[in-house]
C-alpha cells in the first residue's frame, strides 16, 4: 500500500512539475523584467499562524526563497535579489539572530554546490551588505558560496544580507569621494552616475530594479533598494506571508508587468 502512495505523490508531483514549466514558457514569450527584488516578510507572523517555532518559520522562507529563485531562473530573468537580513535585525533576541546565521550558513554553501540550483542555472552569487558584521563561520561560508559560483554569467543572485540601502548610498558615497581625491588631475565632480557605479548592486553588475515584490500585506520599502528602485521600478505589495508565497501569487504580478510593458509600447 505504501509503494501504491509513492508512484501515486510522483506521479502527482510529475504532472504539476510539467504543467508548471508548460505555464512558465507561455509566460516567458512575453516581456520579462531583468531585474526582480524580494522583501521577503512574514516568516515570524506565519510561523504563529501556523504555530511553528520561530526558526522554522524562517526555515520553510528558505524553502520559499529556493523555489521563487528557480521559477525566476526558469522565466530568464538575469537577477534576482532578495532581502534576507536587514542591519537593524541584529537587534532582534540573540536566540533568533543566532538560529539565522546558522540557517545561513548551512544553506548559503548547499545552495551554491555542484548541482545544485545556482550551479545548474549558471547563476552568480553575490552576498550584498555589510558582511563584517557578520559572524566568522558565516564570512567564511559566504566567501566559500561566492567563490563556488564567480565564474557563472548566465544569472545573478543578490542576497542582501546584513543590509541596509542607506549604509549602501553612504558606503558608495565614501568610495565616491576617496576615488575622486586620488586622482592625480585634481578633485573630480561627482553626479548620479559615479555614485551608481560605486553601489555594491553595480559592483556585482546588476541592473536596476524592474519589480519590487514585498510580501505579507506590509506596505513600505524597509530601507530596501532605494536608490535602485527610483526609475520605473514596479511595487507591488503581497497579502501572503513569504513562506506561502509561490507561483499563483507571481503569476498576477509579471502578468501586471507585461500589460503595463505592452501599454507603454502602444502609446509610443
Excluded at 529556493?66 to 532578495?82: G, H, T, Y
Excluded at 534576507?84 to 548551512?106: D, P, T, Y
Excluded at 540550483?117 to 561566492?146: M, T
Aim: aromatic fraction near 8%; charge should be positive; include cysteine.
Amino acid at each position: 500500500m505504501s509503494s501504491v502512495r509513492r508512484g501515486f505523490k510522483w506521479l502527482q508531483n510529475t504532472i504539476t512539475s510539467k504543467a508548471r514549466n508548460f505555464l512558465l514558457k507561455i509566460l516567458a514569450a512575453g516581456p520579462i523584467p531583468k531585474h526582480v527584488a524580494f522583501v521577503m516578510d512574514g516568516n515570524r507572523r506565519y510561523a504563529r499562524t501556523n504555530h511553528k517555532a520561530v526558526q522554522q518559520g524562517h526555515a520553510d522562507g528558505f524553502i520559499a526563497l529556493r523555489s521563487m529563485l528557480e521559477v525566476c531562473l526558469r522565466l530568464n530573468i538575469k537577477c534576482v535579489s532578495a532581502y534576507a537580513f536587514a542591519i537593524e535585525n541584529f537587534k532582534r533576541s540573540e536566540e533568533e539572530v543566532g538560529a539565522l546565521m546558522k540557517l545561513a550558513e548551512e544553506k548559503l554553501v548547499e545552495l551554491c554546490g555542484h548541482g545544485d540550483l545556482l550551479d545548474e542555472y549558471g547563476v552568480r552569487l553575490n552576498v550584498i551588505g555589510r558582511k563584517q558584521l557578520l559572524p566568522e563561520s558565516v564570512q567564511k561560508a559566504v566567501q566559500r558560496a561566492e567563490n563556488m559560483t564567480r565564474h557563472n554569467t548566465r544569472a545573478i543572485f543578490n542576497l542582501c544580507m546584513p543590509y541596509a540601502s542607506r549604509d549602501e548610498i553612504a558606503t558608495a558615497m565614501e568610495s565616491c569621494v576617496r576615488s575622486s581625491l586620488l586622482q592625480p588631475s585634481g578633485v573630480e565632480l561627482i553626479s548620479e552616475n559615479t555614485i551608481d557605479s560605486h553601489l555594491m548592486t553595480s559592483l556585482g553588475g546588476s541592473p536596476p530594479v524592474d519589480i519590487l515584490i514585498r510580501t505579507s500585506g506590509v506596505k513600505r520599502l524597509s530601507d530596501f533598494m532605494l536608490w535602485q528602485c527610483c526609475e520605473n521600478t514596479q511595487l507591488q505589495f503581497s497579502s501572503t506571508f513569504w513562506p506561502d508565497f509561490g507561483l499563483f501569487d507571481f503569476i498576477p504580478i509579471i502578468l501586471d508587468f507585461q500589460r503595463k510593458v505592452w501599454s507603454r509600447r502602444i502609446s509610443v
